[in-house]
């Protein structure tokens, strides 16, 4: 299977938004509860506030296939060779197939001069820490962040070292 990455743009946003209702319904329900899910929903993923993520600077990317798109990506930069991945979510039905790998791949091809990219990631989100951990991230730091609405992201930083920049 060919996978390619579309970078996004605004046109896609209602796409993202669309995906996102699914994957976030179902993966993250048992770990942070329906109520807070449908905040961070309706705060982070409507089209206007992913256009608006855009906008800042957010590049967004689409892995797809033949058979259309697998999920969504968005990452930025934060100084020169660091990198911050925002999103990194793989459609449902599509997870536990071995593309994971393979997307993260492709995005840091598509960043010669990435020598670290970090994330945040629910300490409770085992599946998605152990993928990390077999990719090579590592947990940098916990953070406890306000969110809003009395919610907090209990999160890892974790971090992906990749030396000298790769050109």
């Known amino acids: ?94 997870r536990g197939l071995g593309l994971g790998k393979v997307i993260l791949e492709r995005l840091l091809s598509r960043y010669p001069d990435l020598r670290e990219l970090r994330l945040t990631v629910n300490r409770q989100n085992f599946k998605s820490i152990n993928f990390y951990f077999r990719v090579g991230f590592t947990i940098e730091t916990c953070l406890d962040i306000p969110i809003g609405n009395g919610y907090e992201m209990n999160d890892f930083q974790m971090v992906l070292k990749l030396g000298e920049a790769r050109t």
């Open 1 to 94: 299977m060919t996978i390619v990455l579309r970078k996004a743009g605004e046109s896609d946003a209602p796409m993202i938004a669309a995906m996102a209702q699914r994957i976030w319904h179902e993966h993250y329900i048992p770990i942070v509860g329906e109520a807070q899910v449908a905040f961070m929903l309706s705060k982070s993923y409507q089209p206007e506030a992913l256009c608006a993520q855009m906008a800042e600077g957010q590049e967004f990317w689409l892995p797809e296939t033949t058979n259309g798109v697998l999920g969504y990506l968005s990452i930025s930069p934060q100084q020169a060779g660091c990198y911050f991945l925002h999103k990194y979510y793989i459609d449902n039905g599509k």
